[in-house]
């Protein structure tokens, strides 16, 4: 098989960016790099690991789970279908968290799969610490293993609990921030979505069927553990923000900001309290 072929079956899949995808397989499983493929485009890549990744991704299994790994932000995490896969959007939350947490904060992270908020805020902010929440054994397990990964275990705090049904307290100090992207997909719209969607855990994916489930458990359960200054960051789906930003007086929180993400859809709600 040469890159041409490769870039032909990916496209025949209805893979979009069959062009990028070829080259990341390449790279990845025969270690061809972009110099290797432009100076001999013709080369046999026949390999039983390209073959077999080929086929997956020919049925629309993600890329990413095929890969095993996948960058976010400034760091790489591994993944596995125990858990979303970490999109850039999330990144902007990322961002914000940064710039707006105070020196030495520490800040929750609830529904944290593979860990990817937590972990890049604190890799590029040394001075905080952070307790992830996940409901999934294997799920938190891998989050651990991507803290180790990227050098921030001995800042990120595993808590194994359910976020609509607490059994333990999120923490015993007040909290700086909580962060999240919780599952927001409307149930009846899960169905519609991508093939690849299908590989993702649902449970990180359907927020009931409003898809608001758990920004209501997070305002009522939750953000009593905020200092008085404490604000969220929740990664919202893109016609969202109306409706939160609506419901959260009721919870004594107002929003302070909608970030957009890099498609220019609301993406992230910033909320501090009514009283701040
Ligand atoms: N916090 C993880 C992420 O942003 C997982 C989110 C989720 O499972 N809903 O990728």
């Known amino acids: 098989m040469t890159y041409s072929e490769l870039c032909r079956r990916l496209f025949a899949a209805g893979i979009e960016n069959a062009q990028g995808e070829a080259a990341i397989l390449l790279e990845h499983f025969c270690g ?34 095929i890969l095993g790994e996948w960058d976010f932000y400034r760091q790489t995490y591994e993944v596995c279908p125990d858990c979303l896969i970490p999109r850039s959007d999330t990144e902007i939350l990322v961002e914000e968290a940064i710039r707006l ?47 180790e990964r990227n050098g921030v275990a001995n800042r990120f705090s595993p808590l194994r609990e359910d976020l609509l049904a607490p059994t333990r307290p999120l923490s015993d100090e007040p909290l700086d921030a909580i962060l999240s992207n919780p599952p927001y997909i409307p149930t009846s719209v899960l169905p519609s979505l991508a093939p690849e969607l299908s590989a993702e855990p649902r449970a990180a994916l359907d927020g009931g069927e409003d898809g608001l489930l758990f920004y209501r458990a997070i ?58």
Do not use: W
């Not at 290797?36 to 026949?46: H, Q, Y």
């Not at 390999?47 to 990744?53: D, F, I, M, T």
């Not at 609506?246 to 498609?263: K, T």
């Open 32 to 65: 061809i790099d972009a110099m290797a493929r432009l100076s001999d485009p013709e080369a046999d890549l026949t390999s039983p690991e390209l073959e077999g990744a080929l086929q997956k991704r020919e049925a629309r299994y993600p890329l990413q789970y």
């Open 101 to 147: 947490l105070p020196f030495d904060a520490r800040f929750a992270d609830l529904c944290t799969g593979s860990g990817c908020i937590a972990i890049s805020v604190l890799a590029e902010r040394p001075d905080t610490s952070a307790v992830a929440l996940e409901k999934f054994p294997a799920t938190l397990a891998l989050a651990c293993r991507n803290a």
């Open 219 to 276: 305002l009522r359960d939750y953000a009593r553990y905020l200092k008085p200054s404490g604000f969220l960051l929740l990664e919202i789906g893109y016609d969202q923000a109306e409706a939160l930003c609506s419901l959260a007086p009721q919870y004594g929180f107002s929003c302070v900001r909608v970030l957009r993400d890099y498609g220019g859809q609301d993406r992230v709600l910033h909320l501090k309290r009514l009283d701040a």
